[in-house]
């Protein structure tokens, strides 16, 4: 999602937790939401990947996004869930799933609303983060999931079985 996605009209996403913060998906990119099962577990991944989902047959490469911005992990709770993306990437669509402690809510929000990620003065890698949504209680970080999941996250298996790269 560029600047100029941010210009007019409403953007609708899909809110959830990691611990206290808050962060979203454009409802565009969610396909499913699915209680929380645990992956069928594959080696020599990277360490966020934690496995294949079964989604209707389809084995659909799962990350816990907790380890994919570095936070420390939690056991699953009844309220975690795993988040089926359809990720655009330049030459298709990465069915991906994400693995979070729990939905909040759909929620829409005026684009003029959304602020440009911070400059902190620091070095940090903010590419991922279309922007944020202030609220009285904190902020919305509304995640760029292209950019997140890049190429050098998208795995699947090989006609040998193995766990491969994109």
Do not use: C
Not at 92 to 101: P, T
Not at 104 to 125: C, H, K, M, Q, Y
Request: aromatic residues 6%.
């Amino acid at each position: 999602m560029s600047g100029a996605d941010l210009q007019g009209g409403e953007l609708q996403v899909v809110e959830f937790g990691l611990g206290e913060e808050v962060f979203a998906f454009p409802v565009t990119l969610v396909r499913e939401i699915l209680d929380y099962a645990p992956p069928s577990q594959l080696p020599n991944g990277p360490a966020h990947f934690v496995g294949l989902t079964d989604l209707r047959g389809q084995g659909v490469p799962t990350v816990d996004f907790r380890k994919r911005l570095g936070l420390p992990a939690v056991e699953p709770t009844l309220a975690t869930r795993i988040l089926i993306l359809d990720v655009p990437l330049p030459d298709r669509l990465l069915a991906l799933g994400v693995v979070i402690d729990r939905v909040l809510s759909v929620t829409s929000f005026e684009r003029a609303e959304i602020e440009p990620a911070p400059d902190i003065g620091i070095r940090w890698n903010s590419q991922y983060i279309t922007g944020v949504v202030r609220r009285e209680t904190g902020f919305v970080v509304i995640v760029d999931a292209a950019r997140i999941f890049t190429t050098e996250d998208a795995v699947g298996i090989g006609s040998q079985g193995q766990l491969v790269s994109a």
